[in-house]
Structures are given as C-alpha cells and as structure tokens.
C-alpha cells in the first residue's frame, strides 16, 4: 500500500517561500509520476504542479509557473515543491498525490494515492 506523507507547510508572510516535502512509504517510486494539488476553503481540488518519473518532464499550474518549482529525488522517495514568492491566494491546503503511470497528468481523478495535506497560509 502506498503512503504519502506531506510536511513543509506554515504561515508565512506575501513574498515569502516555502518548501514542501511528500514522502512515499510502501514502494519505490523510481517508475511513477507525481503530482501536487491544493484545496482553499471553499473551492475545488486544483493541479498545481506534476512531474514524471525521470524529472524530465514537470507542469504548472499558470498561476505559479516562474513561483514554484516541483522536484524529486528518487533515492530518497521524496517529491517536493519549492514555492516562492508566496501570494495569500496561495493559501490552501497542499496534497501530494502518486500515479502508477510514469507521465504526468493534470486530472486528479488519475492519480492512485493521495496524503493528508500540509496547510500553507500567506498573509498579506
């Protein structure tokens, strides 16, 4: 069974960083692609950012293309997601997410395992 756990969220001012971390217990996931999402209050679950298996490949959301940069490191089994420039509509609550598939997708419906969420909230 595959497990994620997210850490990494905070509160932190407009124009700060972050840094998310989502690591993956119950198998390697040198083979899978993986993704970010988030959910604020009130709104529908949205992709904020994928990578494939190789790292070769990532997508954004529009909104934080040039702000946040999703990584991995397969030795490690960790996925993380580097935001900068933080804005308070990037408040939400941030969810890894893991597909067996190796290329990314911008559906969540495709994706097999999900974390509990790491909460980040930017005040203004």
């Known amino acids: 069974q595959v497990e994620l756990i997210e850490s990494g969220g905070g509160l932190v001012q407009a124009g700060g960083s972050l840094r998310l971390s989502c690591g993956v217990s119950?198998?390697?996931?040198?083979?899978?692609?993986m993704g970010w999402f988030r959910q604020a209050p009130g709104k529908e679950r949205e992709f904020v950012a994928a990578?494939?298996?190789?790292?070769?490949?990532?997508d954004y959301l529009d909104s934080v293309k040039d702000r946040f940069t999703i990584s991995r490191d397969n030795t490690k089994n960790t996925v993380y997601l580097q935001m900068n420039s933080l804005k308070p509509e990037d408040t939400a609550n941030y969810y890894c997410?893991?597909?067996?598939?190796?290329?990314?997708?911008?559906?969540?419906?495709?994706?097999?395992?999900w974390g509990q969420g790491t909460q980040v909230t930017v005040s203004s």
């Open positions: 997410a893991f597909r067996y598939p190796r290329e990314i997708t911008l559906d969540s419906r495709e994706y097999h395992a």
């Open positions: 119950g198998r390697t996931i040198y083979t899978n692609a």
């Open positions: 990578i494939n298996w190789s790292g070769h490949t990532t």
